[in-house]
């Protein structure tokens, strides 16, 4: 699976696997913003954006485009 963020503030991303609900296999703020994955079981995986720091801590938002696909 590849995941590419572009955003123009400080976003990331989070892929997680089926069934996970915190446990990353792949965490963008600590590899980048353009990741390519194998899938290790069939299911249903989570792309969760999600922005850290004081844009968390104030609710700001930022605009992102978010591409995924199954290579």
């Known amino acids: 699976m590849s995941v590419s ?9 989070n892929i997680l696997s089926p069934g996970s609900t915190d446990r990353a296999i792949y965490n963008s703020s600590m590899s ?3 990741a390519s994955v194998r899938l290790s079981q069939s299911g249903n995986y989570t792309v969760r954006v999600y922005l850290k720091g004081g844009n968390k801590d104030r609710n700001r ?3 992102f485009e978010l591409s995924v696909g199954i290579l």
Request: aromatic share 14%.
């Open 5 to 13: 963020l572009i955003t123009n503030g400080v976003a990331y991303f």
């Open 32 to 34: 980048g913003n353009d």
């Open 61 to 63: 938002t930022v605009p």
